[in-house]
Structures are given as C-alpha cells and as structure tokens.
Nanobody, 123 residues
Framework: QVQLEESGGGSVQAGGSLRLTCAASGGRVYSSSVMAWFRQAPGKERDFVALIRWSSGTTLYADSVKGRFTISKINAENTVFLQMNVLKPEDTAVYYC???????????????WGQGTQVTVAS
C-alpha cells in the first residue's frame, strides 16, 4: 500500500512563497495514477487545488490558484511538489496530497491521502 506524506508547510507573510512536498512510499506510483493537492480551511469543505497525471505530466489547477501555484513531480523519486507563490491569507489551510486514478477535481475519487500539512498566511 502506497503511503503519502506531506511536508513543507509553515507560516509566511502575504506575498511569500512555500514549497510543499508529497513523498510516496511503500510501493510504486503507477503510470495510470493522478496525484493531486487539496486543501481544507477550518469549518470548510476540502477543496481541490491542483493535479498532475503521473504518466504525461498534464496539470489542472483551481481558478483560485492559477498563475500562483505550480504542481510538478519527479517520477523516479515518487515525489510531487506544490510551489506556492504570492500567497494570500485565504490560502491558509491544511494541505493534503492525494492519489487517484481519474483526472478529476472531485476529492471523493481519490483513494489515498496523506495526513496533511498546515499552511498559514498572515496579512
């Protein structure tokens, strides 16, 4: 069973940057997989942030992060990154890495999740 572990969260000022890392261990991420980032703010639902196809590298972003966040991967290291620039207070949330098999922003389609990493953006 592939396990996912996020790291790289922290506290930054608005306008700053953070880079999140999701490391998959315990097995191989199959080429048919889709890796994604979601986030959940207190009292809110888990929202889609970005995804990437493991085989082709095709990406998809939520409108709220387009142009500011970049998702990338290193297949050989079973690692996915989320580079977050020009951070805003509304980006404050717990960020989760997820693995699925469908190219979708629906969190219910993802079957493997990390424990999450906190990102706090101060105004």
């Amino acid at each position: 069973q592939v396990q996912l572990e996020e790291s790289g969260g922290g506290s930054v000022q608005a306008g700053g940057s953070l880079r999140l890392t999701c490391a998959a261990s315990g097995g191989r991420v199959y080429s048919s997989s889709v890796m994604a980032w979601f986030r959940q703010a207190p009292g809110k639902e888990r929202d889609f942030v970005a995804l990437i196809r493991w085989s082709s590298g095709t990406t998809l972003y939520a409108d709220s992060v387009k142009g500011r966040f970049t998702i990338s991967k290193i297949n050989a290291e079973n690692t996915v990154f989320l580079q977050m620039n020009v951070l805003k207070p509304e980006d404050t949330a717990v960020y989760y890495c997820a693995r699925g098999a469908q190219y979708t922003s629906n969190p219910q389609s993802y079957y493997s999740w990390g424990q999450g990493t906190q990102v706090t953006v101060a105004s």
